[in-house]
């Protein structure tokens, strides 16, 4: 056989040899979460979707299984409990996998800059101990998700929901820090969080 039948032959059969699940793209697990928060983790133009592209695994999990055993209750998102009550140990492991290695990006949401700047001075006094840039070194070992990028009216949502006891806070800590916000600054911090580019 020539050299040029045989390379053409390699050609031809090399894909074969490659799995079919690497062709295929994201499985039906993660495509159904990607129903709401898109295959890229970002869930664009469904403003109470949060970003979860770049949580850390770890954090992910934590937060499927809080709402499957009650201490995150699904407000306004009914079909968030119905979707991960579904799942399995092992299908909970892979979405986890799969948005962690997603890039977080910006939100693409206006903010406004002095409340920006504000909402950064908050953040560094109350926050900044457990909550990381999702583009931060340490952003795996941080007690907290990521909240630069997240989107706002989420971001919103779900600081009002510890207050009001829908939702537990995982450490002693973060209750005490809610707790110690006056009535303006959770929009300094919307805006701050809203202002993140990834690098």
């Known amino acids: 056989m020539s050299c040029f039948r045989l390379n053409l032959l390699l050609v031809c059969l090399v894909p074969l040899l490659v799995p079919i699940s690497a062709l295929a793209g994201p499985n039906t697990v993660v495509e159904k979460c990607a129903e709401c928060h898109g295959l890229d983790g970002m869930g664009r133009g469904r403003a109470m979707v949060p970003v979860i592209a770049g949580i850390p695994a770890g954090h992910i999990e934590e937060a499927i299984y809080a709402y499957v055993d009650g201490a995150r209750s699904c407000v306004r998102e009914p079909r968030m409990c119905e979707t991960v009550a579904s799942l399995s140990e092992d299908e909970v492991t892979e979405l986890a996998d799969y948005y962690a290695g997603q890039v977080r990006g910006s939100s693409q949401e206006e903010f406004n ?70 009535a303006g600054d959770l929009g300094a911090l919307v805006n701050y969080y809203s202002s993140y580019q990834h690098e």
């Open 113 to 182: 800059q002095e409340l920006a700047a504000e909402g950064e001075v908050l953040h560094k006094q109350h926050c900044s101990m457990c909550h990381l840039p999702p583009d931060h070194e340490d952003v795996e070992q941080a007690v907290g998700i990521p909240l630069h990028g997240q989107r706002s009216e989420y971001l919103r949502f779900a600081i009002e929901a510890y207050f009001a006891g829908d939702r537990e806070a995982l450490v002693e800590i973060m209750a005490d820090r809610i707790q110690a916000l006056q």
